[in-house]
């Protein structure tokens, strides 16, 4: 009868050295935070039921075990879901800004486009240059029927990098005042 634990601790052994040459090929997995939780908690409760029942310390450090595995457990679970919901939350936050960064890179490439087609029209129709220095000579004013002078947008220069982001004013269709 003293023999049996030993018999039993050899076989063990002699079964552990043959399955771990196996073992040495496979990747080692991580433990979860449930089966860190369980097993910390399960020692502690051991541990306490143990010294709190003093008359018959093994069941104390079953009972211990048992209740102590089962928190650590929902501790761990709890981690687990924290865990998860911040990494959705990074997803969600990492697809909304690749979004918007693919909304602004269509938005500039519209405003580009825009501006090469207004600025072609602009310089097709414009008969004299703008200049901030001088005043705009008498043939760039118009005039309505009644021959009144026509609000034009003449004191204005244009803007010819709207919508280009590497440029100053980008978001301005007109840049400043010639006046």
């Known amino acids: 009868m003293n023999k049996l634990p030993y018999i039993l601790s050899l076989m063990l052994l002699v079964s552990t050295i043959f399955s771990s040459t196996s073992a040495q090929a496979q990747e080692k997995k991580k433990w979860s935070p449930q089966a860190k939780g ?7 409760g051991a541990a306490a039921g143990a010294v709190i029942n003093k008359r018959n310390r093994a069941v104390g450090g079953v009972v211990g075990g048992v209740a102590g595995g ?20 990074a997803a ?9 960064a ?6 500039n490439r519209a405003a580009v486009a825009r501006n090469t087609s207004t600025t072609t029209t602009r310089t097709q129709t414009a008969m004299v240059p703008y200049n901030s ?14 021959g009144m002078p026509v ?21 301005s269709e007109y840049r400043r005042k010639s006046w």
């Open 102 to 107: 693919a909304n602004r890179a269509a938005a």
């Open 70 to 89: 089962a928190i650590g457990y929902g501790v761990g679970k709890h981690i687990d879901n924290k865990q998860k919901e911040r990494a959705r939350i």
């Open 151 to 171: 609000v034009s947008n003449s004191a204005y220069l244009p803007n010819n990098s709207y919508g280009d982001a590497s440029h100053p004013y980008s978001t």
């Open 133 to 146: 220095v001088t005043a705009a000579p008498a043939a760039a004013l118009a005039y309505d029927a009644q």
């Open 92 to 100: 969600a936050n990492q697809a909304a800004a690749n979004q918007a």
């Open 38 to 44: 369980a097993v910390i908690g399960g020692l502690g």
